[in-house]
Nanobody
Framework: QLQLVESGGGLVQPGGSLRLSCAAS????????IAWFRQAPGKEREGVSC???????YYADAVKGRFTISRDNANNKVYLEMNGLKPEDTAIYYC???????????????????RGQGTQVTVSS
């Protein structure tokens, strides 16, 4: 069964750091571009970052310079290292797999599928 499971979220103070993990099962993650999205209460889903199977990366302007996406194909995981967290980063974070035929780079939710249940990130003092 195709599944993505996110973990690593939590409560952190402004300026703090978290490392999110996205674990894949049921398919070889290293064949696919994987993206991280987030959704805050009352707001639309927002693309955060994506990474191709070969390691090319792309970031939304809101997180550029603070977040780093990486992948460990041997362990079927993708990570999102988040530094310099701000209250506006508070959201549920999801990972998702790119659809066949999408055009790189893309952080459009419609270009992705099979997202997980998400992990809550709360940035507050």
């Amino acid at each position: 069964q195709l599944q993505l499971v996110e973990s690593g979220g939590g409560l952190v103070q402004p300026g703090g750091s978290l490392r999110l993990s996205c674990a894949a099962s049921g398919f070889p993650l290293d064949y696919y571009t994987i993206a991280w999205f987030r959704q805050a209460p009352g707001k639309e889903r927002e693309g955060v970052s994506c990474i191709t199977s070969s390691g090319l990366t792309y970031y939304a302007d809101a997180v550029k310079g603070r977040f780093t996406i990486s992948r460990d194909n041997a362990n079927n995981k993708v990570y999102l290292e988040m530094n310099g967290l701000k209250p506006e980063d508070t959201a549920i974070y999801y990972c998702a797999r790119a659809n066949p035929g999408y055009r790189w780079p893309s952080l459009r939710p419609n270009d992705y599928n099979s997202r997980g249940q998400g992990t809550q990130v709360t940035v507050s003092s």
